[in-house]
């Protein structure tokens, strides 16, 4: 621990060196990369199957952001679930995971693109369970510059990239804890905890529902939540609002849609005759 003091007191003292943010990169990397921990694939309560929903991105205050799509297909006894959203500005951001969900939820793979000037960099991700290999390309918006990185994940099994909302449809009352993988590009595993906050009404046209309210809260710990909090990056809270008839239903996300991004709203939307 006096190791660590002493260095963290030559990073933040005026007269630091000029390796000084390489050294505060490389102690990033001890603390916040920990391994695998104990994993509990969650266990399936309602099987997906194939399923097409118009989606709408607003902000929290209910500005207009973007439509998307929500597509889930069957292939070869997996799911293939897309999402797209495409903005005004010509941006595009497209999240594939194909699962598995023979008794339990396990993601198999996980692809991720962000393209166009809503982003400060085009980003595409390939996440794979086997061979457990990762491939993060990047391209600065300044200069075009590409940047590969890739490498090798020892993925537990409960990892749920791009599939948030499909668990919240499966938790008990007492919620679960799973993990992310978020890309800053380097690959972090993070925590999370999904927890029930209560319930609200929402209405069916002139239907009463009972929406559960869930809360995805990463749990970084606090070595991780003090650099998280120094560099600005300190993921917050996400929620998700899932009606529990006898087959549960999504009908609100708020969160951000991106590692580093805004807190959006994800609502469902039904489709109009133009006039």
Same mark, same amino acid.
């Given at each position: 621990m006096n190791k660590i003091n002493g260095h963290l007191t030559r990073l933040f003292t005026k007269e630091r060196s000029p390796w000084a943010a390489h050294g505060l990169l490389v102690l990033l990397t001890v603390l916040l990369w920990s391994g695998p921990l104990a994993a509990a694939p969650v266990p399936v309560r309602f099987v997906e199957g194939s399923a097409h929903g118009f989606l709408v991105l607003r902000t929290v205050n209910g500005d207009l952001i973007a439509p998307g799509d929500l597509v889930q297909v069957i292939r070869g006894g997996e799911v293939e679930s897309r999402l797209v959203f495409h903005f005004k500005d010509g941006s595009m951001f497209d999240e594939t995971v194909v699962f598995s969900q023979d008794k339990v939820f396990v993601m198999q793979s996980y692809h991720l693109v962000q393209r166009g000037p809503l982003f400060t960099e085009d980003t595409e991700v390939w996440l794979e369970r086997a061979p457990g290999k990762y491939r993060v390309k990047t391209n600065a918006r300044k200069d075009g510059l590409e940047k590969i990185l890739e490498g090798a994940l020892d993925l537990p099994s409960d990892v749920y990239n791009g599939m948030e909302?499909?668990?919240?449809?499966?938790?008990?009352?007492?919620?679960?804890?799973?993990?992310?993988?978020?890309?800053?590009?380097?690959?972090?595993?993070?925590?999370?905890?999904?927890?029930?906050?209560?319930?609200?009404?929402?209405?069916? *046209?002139? @239907?009463?529902? +009972?929406?559960?309210?869930?809360?995805?809260?990463?749990?970084?710990?606090? %070595?991780? #939540?003090?650099?998280?909090?120094?560099?600005?990056?300190?993921?917050?809270?996400?929620?998700?609002?899932?009606?529990?008839?006898?087959?549960?239903?999504?009908?609100?996300?708020? *969160?951000? @849609?991106?590692? +580093?991004?805004?807190?959006?709203?994800?609502?469902?939307?039904?489709?109009? %005759?133009? #006039?």
């Open positions: 909302l499909t668990v919240a449809k499966n938790l008990r009352d007492a919620g679960e804890i799973v993990h992310v993988v978020a890309f800053t590009p380097k690959p972090l595993l993070i925590q999370v905890k999904l927890a029930p906050a209560g319930e609200h009404k929402v209405m069916v *046209g002139d @239907l009463e529902k +009972t929406a559960i309210h869930y809360v995805f809260q990463p749990e970084l710990g606090k %070595w991780r #939540e003090f650099f998280a909090t120094l560099l600005g990056r300190m993921p917050p809270d996400a929620h998700a609002w899932i009606v529990t008839d006898t087959v549960p239903a999504f009908v609100r996300f708020d *969160g951000p @849609l991106y590692t +580093t991004g805004p807190v959006w709203r994800i609502e469902l939307i039904s489709p109009s %005759w133009p #006039e």
